[in-house]
């Protein structure tokens, strides 16, 4: 813990054109509990720009190189990778959303095809295959129903680790022990790496999610989590990002964004859905009534 | 295929129990307007929530039932008309009153927010006693239903 | 044996049930844009997106397009194009009775920042108070160093009192203190408007404001 002296408190007023402008522009939102842990980020915030004058550093926030916001954005929210993050949304998907999925495909016929996830970005593995983990210990239908899981990221190198599938304690922190025992196996100091059946059966691409080329050729999946990354870029990407999302899902298919984030922030055209675990977003069946 | 089937009012949740007596939502981009209009509900007794845009109006509309929606025509990222059009197409929706309100005069446009579902159409801002006394007879309350009055303003 | 099955994705050119993929003739692809099924043309929309001779194309499509899905992805598509042939296309649409063709415009409009900054002068004229309500909804989102004299403008001069308040009201989340004299200056101008005093009296009142 940093014991030099704290940064100087924001003016009420500075906080408070902050926290709107932040809530505005992304939807998180501060109590006053946050207070202090946003002095300090904005004062660091500040110190980088170069700048002791809050007025200048909001105004190049506001009206300046939308990077700045982005910095601010990255520096304020929690940016962790590990297995079972936010794992009340794999409930959602498990109780909620294939439930819908199945019916869907019953009443269209598709009943013969794969189940398909998309997990995007997928970084070092611990998403995709923690959906392949709770499926397979928790979903009845998981013997019956073939899922296929493709997990993309843009950078190779975390591809690349995610195949290799070794993970430390810090990634694990979640994982209950029976899980870690079925699902992994040691790997040297205080490292596990998943088994190979989990290794083979997700499929890592390279995917960039604001580019429509590379997007095109995901089509047709019935569920997509994108969580805590659409938050971190500009509002032109996010609105291009969404619109591949939606190209990637099959009609009536859905998206998981992450806790903090919402659709309001980005883009209209999913409609909004509300399960017991949350909200999920939805592509509009064709012919239904908005 | 039923879209309602996860809207089942039958299951549990914590946000059911709203109705007439449930909170506003008030939607407007401009928190001067939402804090006008929303200080003359508090102050006839309503809990008023708020939403900047309408689709974060929409969101909030799906996860909870209130009482009445007072919703400005021109927002970013939905405008009004498709966030009334969208809420009577949800479950939770289907006959929350909804108040529109909007500098726009012509008559073509208060026909475009009855077409949609809305129930009445007030110009911008809304006069005081008007969103007053319409809130109250669309939640069917009346003067002596009304409560201390909210912490926003101190206007009669 | 686990359940979980690799998929089958191959990653082929956008050739398919959709019709002409990038490699195909430009006509072939524009005329996708008005295909009855609008998911066809939703997905025209996407595959012209690295087409410089699509512009002009993509931005007639948007007063004409009636589907909002397909309208939002020329819109998504337009709002990565800072070029006066987007903002000239697209400004007239600003006055449509079209609620949500008007936003979705003036929500491109905040993105194509130089061009739009170019324009804004003249916009603030518009004799229309809606569209005049409308740009400030743009410099809402808008970019530019000149956004806080513009809405000071409007604050001390325009002759609507929605527009005067809705400039109030984005000034005031810009700046940590708007100009004192250009919130009396609308008081004065609008002396019986009791919106205009609340918007006014709250912008003035905020905790810790520095006198200017």
Known sequence: MNTRSAAPALREADFTLLRDYVYRRTGIRFSESKRYFVDKRV?????????????????????????????????????????????????????????????????????????RILSLPSSTGEEPYSIAIRLLEEWPLIDRVDVSIVAGDIDTRVLAAARAGVYGARSLQRMPEALLRRYFEPAGCDAHRIIDDLRDAVDFRKINIYDAASMQAYREFDVIFCRNLLIYFDEVSCRSAAENLFSALRPGGFV???????????????????????????????GARR | MTQDTVNDPTQPGPDRSGGPDGPVLVVDDSASVRAYHSSILADAGFTVQEAGNG????????????????????MPVMDGYTLVGAVRGQTLGADVPIIMISTEREAADSAEAYRRGANVYLVKPAEPDQLRLTAMLLTGRTAGHAGTAGAAGGRS | MSPLRKSEVDEVDGAGPDGPGRDQPLPDRLARLVDGDPDRRRRAVLALSDEPAALPHLIAR????????????????????????????????????????????????????????????GWLADPDRDVRLLV?????????????????????????????????????GLVRAPCRAALRSARARFPDDPFIDFVVTRAMAAPDRERR
């Open chain 3, 62 to 121: 948007v007063g004409l397009e009636p589907d909002p899905a397909v309208r939002e992805a020329l819109c998504a598509h337009l709002a990565g194009h800072d070029d006066p042939a987007v903002v000239d296309g697209l400004a007239g649409l600003l006055a449509s009775d079209d609620a949500g063709l008007r936003i979705a415009v003036a929500g491109v409009l905040q993105q194509t920042r130089t061009a739009t900054q170019a324009r804004v002068p």
């Open chain 2, 55 to 74: 689709y974060e109006a929409l969101e909030r509309v799906v996860v909870q039932r209130f009482a009445l929606l007072v919703v400005d025509v021109n």
């Open chain 3, 136 to 172: 400030v909804m743009v410099l809402a989102g808008l970019r530019s160093p000149q956004v806080e004299g513009w809405l000071t403008d409007l604050v001390e001069h325009d002759p609507d009192p929605n527009v005067t308040a809705a400039a109030i009201d984005e000034l005031a």
């Open chain 1, 256 to 286: 998981f964004l992450g806790h903090s984030e919402s659709m309001s922030r980005i883009s209209p055209i999913f409609t909004p859905q509300r399960f017991p675990e949350g909200i999920a977003y939805q592509r509009p069946m064709p």
């Open chain 1, 43 to 115: 004062h660091a915030m500040m110190t980088a720009f170069g700048t002791t004058d809050f007025a200048t550093y909001f105004s190049a926030l506001r009206l300046g190189d939308e990077s700045l916001v982005q910095k601010l954005v990255n520096e304020l929210t929690v940016n962790e990778t590990y297995f079972l993050r936010e794992d009340y949304q794999f409930d959602g998907l498990i109780r909620s959303v294939l439930p819908r999925v199945m019916a869907d495909r019953k009443a269209t016929g598709r009943t013969s095809e794969p189940v």
